[in-house]
């Protein structure tokens, strides 16, 4: 079964960086978008970022101008840059991605995501 598996989550103080990293569990699978969601207590699971294969991207509000996503399609990995970061950012994190290719033949047309990673920011 593909999995999405994430690192570099932590704790940070109000003003610091961390950097998401999120990788397909098999190599020869490819997606074609990947993102990165996130969840607070007591919220629902809202998107943070999204990129294409092409590397057309999509912010939230909240977070643009803050975090950069970027993806490696060689390595099926996508990152999530988080500069400049506020108490409100602290959440679980998740990976998330749609349309699961071999060699380009779709092998799972839903949604994936990762087991998500928490960010905890001090102020």
């Known amino acids: 079964q593909v999995q999405l598996v994430e690192s570099g989550g932590g704790s940070v103080q109000a003003g610091g960086s961390l950097r998401l990293s999120c990788a397909v569990s098999?190599?020869?699978?490819?997606?074609?978008?990947m993102g990165w969601y996130r969840q607070a207590p007591g919220k629902q699971r809202d998107l943070v970022a999204t990129?294409?294969?092409?590397?057309?991207?999509n912010y939230a509000e909240s977070v643009k101008g803050r975090f950069t996503i970027s993806r490696d399609n060689a390595k099926n990995t996508v990152y999530l840059q988080m500069n400049g970061l506020k108490p409100e950012d602290t959440a679980v994190y998740y990976c998330?991605?749609?349309?699961?290719?071999?060699?380009?033949?779709?092998?799972?047309?839903?949604?994936?995501w990762g087991q998500g990673t928490q960010v905890t920011v001090s102020s």
């Open positions: 098999e190599r020869i699978v490819s997606a074609d978008d």
């Open positions: 998330h991605a749609r349309g699961l290719r071999i060699n380009g033949l779709m092998i799972y047309g839903r949604d994936t």
């Open positions: 990129i294409t294969t092409g590397g057309r991207t």
